[in-house]
Structure formats: structure tokens, C-alpha cells
């Protein structure tokens, strides 16, 4: 059997995702109980955070090395605006919360770290570090999705929805997409930069986990200005 980079990354992360499979927020989810209020506060953030990630996608467009990768990031930064922060608008509709209202929401503590972190990789690392970091949240997302779905789909139909369009067949052959990308850019690499390949994926799992933890605690800054 091929070795595949990305399963060694995943053993490495397993316990941070098993964390965060096993999270309050997530088990929330999946019983539908979870507190609606939490879930806004995800929703608000998460939002922000979408679209720091659409400008991840732009940024691997200049990084790729090859045309078809290109057209995939770019294609992906066009789903991401279209169809993923859909939904998140669709919940804010449902919240009573406006566009404006979302966008001038301010970033959480984590929110500002993971992204920060994540810019700041796919601009200052390598290419391979990059898609390392990226890995855990699209990966991450279908896997928790997956799993609550073997106990069905919650009462709850916002909760519902969460857990159908993550656990989607064609979100889980993004995460495939993005698995083999890693595969082949740490492929022939040194020990030394792959140890900076493993360290970017385990600070997003570790971020990944975290942002569940503050949409719990429904994080603020301490000390912000009226």
C-alpha cells in the first residue's frame, strides 16, 4: 500500500480531533439541544472566518504549481462566497441578524489567532506547509459531520442542515482533493520540512478544537471599548 503523508498526519491529530468530536458544541449538534445562542455565536464568527478563508483560496491560486490546481482554488473561493457562507446567512436571516450586522462583527480572541496563523502560513511557508495548515478544517469539518451523521440527523433542522451539507459526498471529495495535495507536495521532502508540515497541521487542529471552545464560551475580548 501507497504511504500516504496525510493518514500519518491524521494519527497524529487523532486524539485534538477525537477532542473535538467529543466537544459539547459538537455533541450539541448532533443531538440538536445544542444552546441557540452558542450556535450564533459560531455563526457570527464563523462568517468572519469564511472570509479570511476565501482569501487562502486566492492566495494558493498564486502559489500552485500547476494550472489544474489553480482552477480548483479558484473554483473553491467561488463556492466558498456562494454556497458555504449561504448557509451562514441563511442562519443569520433566521437570527434576525443582517449582512451588515455580521460583517461588522468583531473577530473572537481565536478567530483572530487561526486566521492570522493561517494567512501568515500560506504567505511566509512553504507550499506544502500551507496545505498542511489547511488540511484540518476541510478534512475536519466532513469527518465531524460524518460521524454525528451515523446517528442520524437531529430534531433540530438548523442543526440538521449543518450536518448534511458538511458530511455532503462532494464536500468529502474536496477533503480527498486537499488529503492527495498534501501527499504530493510533502513527497521526496527533507525530515526537517516535514516536521514544519506536521506542526502547521497540528496547530489548526489544535485551532480547530479551540474554535469550537469559543463558540461554547461564546468568547469576547476582555476590555473592549464601549
Known amino acids: 500500500m501507497r504511504y500516504r503523508f496525510s493518514e500519518h498526519l491524521h494519527k497524529l491529530g487523532k486524539p485534538i ?3 473535538q468530536f467529543s466537544h459539547p458544541f459538537i455533541q450539541g449538534i448532533g443531538s ?7 450556535f450564533k455565536h459560531w455563526v457570527r464568527q464563523d462568517y468572519l472566518f469564511l472570509i479570511d478563508y476565501t482569501r487562502l483560496f486566492a492566495i494558493a491560486v498564486a502559489r500552485c504549481p500547476d494550472l489544474e490546481g489553480m482552477t480548483r482554488y479558484a473554483n473553491l473561493a467561488q463556492t466558498t462566497i456562494t454556497h458555504e457562507m449561504q448557509l451562514h446567512l441563511s442562519y443569520a436571516k433566521e437570527f434576525g ?4 450586522e455580521l460583517e461588522q462583527e468583531t473577530k473572537s480572541p481565536t478567530c ?3 486566521t492570522d496563523f493561517l494567512l501568515r502560513t500560506a504567505s511566509l511557508g512553504s507550499y506544502a506547509e500551507f496545505i498542511g495548515a489547511l488540511l484540518p478544517c476541510m478534512w475536519g469539518f466532513h469527518e465531524l459531520a460524518t460521524r454525528l451523521l451515523t446517528n442520524g440527523l437531529p430534531h433540530d433542522t438548523r442543526y440538521a442542515k449543518w450536518i448534511e451539507m458538511y458530511s455532503d459526498p462532494e464536500f468529502g471529495e474536496l477533503a480527498e482533493w486537499c488529503k492527495g495535495l498534501t501527499d504530493t507536495s510533502t513527497e521526496g521532502l527533507p525530515k526537517r520540512e516535514l516536521e514544519l508540515v506536521e506542526k ?4 489548526s487542529s489544535r485551532y480547530e478544537y479551540l474554535f469550537w471552545d469559543m463558540a461554547w464560551k461564546q468568547e ?3 476590555l473592549l471599548p464601549n
Open 17 to 19: 480531533w477525537d477532542a
Open 32 to 38: 440538536g439541544d445544542l444552546d441557540v445562542d452558542r
Open 97 to 100: 441578524i443582517s449582512p451588515s
Open 112 to 114: 483572530q489567532g487561526y
Open 200 to 203: 502547521a497541521f497540528l496547530t
Open 220 to 222: 469576547t475580548w476582555p
